[in-house]
Structure formats: C-alpha cells, structure tokens
C-alpha cells in the first residue's frame, strides 16, 4: 500500500504493517489507521504516522529506552478491547514532544499496540508519578546522539 506523508512523501507500506486504533488517538479520534515508520537507522524514535491524513504524524519512542524505572498498570478493560492474551502481546510508546530545546514524553497517555493483531490503543494513567511532559534529553545531544530528531 502507497501512503502519502508531509515528512517522507510517498512511503510504501505492507498491510501487515498497519495499526488499527478503533478509538483513535486522544484528540484525533477519527483517523484510526496509522502505521510506524522508522525515523532513521539507529535511532529510538519513530513516527507514528496517520495513513488517510498526510500531516498528521507523532514522534513515539519506546519509554523504557530512556526510563528504566516507568511502569503502568494495564486495565482489564484496555487488555480486553486490544485482545491481548500475555505480556509479549503488547508494545508501549509514548508520544514526544519538541519544544523549547528538549525533548520530552507523555508518560500519562502511552500508546499499547497489539503487535499480534496490530490494534493500538491510548490510554490515560491517573498515576501521579508521571506527567505529560517528562524530560527525556536536551536537544541539542538528542541531534547529536540520534541524527536530528527534530
């Protein structure tokens, strides 16, 4: 499948690779179909990018590249709506932000992908230990240690 994205142009994309998030992502409920693309070899960070919306695209890295110590609960219910059956069924990322030279992560609303079924989901955590924007690095290192980010 050819998708059209403002960041790579047109990207060829094996329907294997596609995600399906029934409810969307919070503030973009309607677009449910993305896939990941690799930002560049080597690096922690991918795009999460919207497949029907060009523009629309999110930088996700694995948390626990950068965490180590990050933990979340998944609810019966989200397990439930994204059939996972054990631990291995599940991926997390959490969306990054770029702002104000550093770069930060959304530890309150990770994203758990089904990998085995290739349904994503985004849920919200009430836990008080994390926030919405979480230092992950300056900038400037994060150009220099994975290849311009931004």
């Not at 349904?119 to 992950?136: A, E, K, M, N």
């Amino acid at each position: 499948m050819l998708i059209d994205t403002t960041r790579f142009g047109q990207v060829k994309v094996d329907e294997d690779n596609l995600l399906t998030f029934t409810q969307g992502v919070l503030g973009f409920e309607t677009i449910q179909e993305y896939c990941l693309l690799e930002h560049k070899p080597g690096s922690p960070f991918l795009w999460l990018q919207a497949t029907v919306n060009p523009p629309l695209a999110f930088v996700v890295v694995d948390p626990f590249t950068f965490i180590t110590d990050y933990e979340l609960t998944i609810s019966d219910a989200d397990a439930g709506h994204l059939q996972l059956e054990g631990p291995e069924d599940v991926r997390i990322l959490t969306i990054v932000t770029i702002s104000g030279g550093e770069i930060s992560t959304n530890l309150v609303g990770p994203i758990l992908i089904n990998h085995r079924l290739r349904l994503g989901r985004q849920i919200v955590l009430s836990d008080s230990r994390y926030c919405t924007r979480h230092s992950l690095l300056p900038l400037a290192r994060a150009e220099s240690e994975y290849s311009e980010v931004a």
